[in-house]
């Protein structure tokens, strides 16, 4: 199955138009936020030793299928509860991302679309990636 987006295209919407659009904003001052910050749940460890999320980072936003993340929150909200999803643009097929994304949806209770065209902010051969809490926003 072909990218959408084929080497050096690019993206369907900037990442600024994208957020604007789903009523979000970056989500900037918490970049080691966790999934169990995502999905509202308590986060593991000392929460006064680890504000931004767990202290073990086995549920961080990190590996293969979050390259160039980008965290998001809905707009006019500043609070580290209101963190609600992450989107990102791996250089991988979206069958490599399949696995992980199920992972991570089925264990935190989140949802995720993978390779929507409505998603592709980034271009240049990679696949979007959405994985956000639905009791938070709506996509």
Same mark, same amino acid.
Request: charged residues 25%; glycine residues 8%; proline residues 8%.
């Given at each position: ?58 549920? !961080? ?5 979050? #390259?160039?993340? =980008?965290?998001?929150?809905?707009? &006019?909200?500043?609070?580290?509860? +209101? ?9 991988? !097929? ?5 696995? #992980?994304?199920? =992972?991570?949806?089925?264990?935190? &209770?989140?949802?995720?679309?993978? +390779? ?24």
């Amino acid at each position: 199955m072909p990218k959408r987006s084929e080497p050096g295209k690019l993206p369907n919407v900037p990442l600024e138009d994208w957020l604007r659009k789903n009523e979000l904003s970056s989500h900037t001052r918490f970049d080691r936020a966790c999934f169990h910050r995502m999905a509202g749940l308590p986060v593991i460890g000392n929460v006064s030793d680890s504000v931004y999320g767990c202290q073990d980072d086995s549920c !961080h936003i990190s590996g293969p299928i979050f #390259d160039h993340p =980008r965290r998001f929150k809905v707009r &006019g909200r500043n609070r580290i509860a +209101d963190f609600a999803g992450v989107i990102s643009a791996p250089y991988l !097929h979206p069958h490599e991302m399949l696995e #992980d994304a199920t =992972r991570i949806s089925q264990q935190f &209770g989140l949802s995720y679309r993978i +390779d929507d065209p409505r998603d592709d902010w980034y271009g240049h051969g990679t696949s979007p990636l959405v994985i956000w809490n639905s009791n938070k926003i709506s996509l």
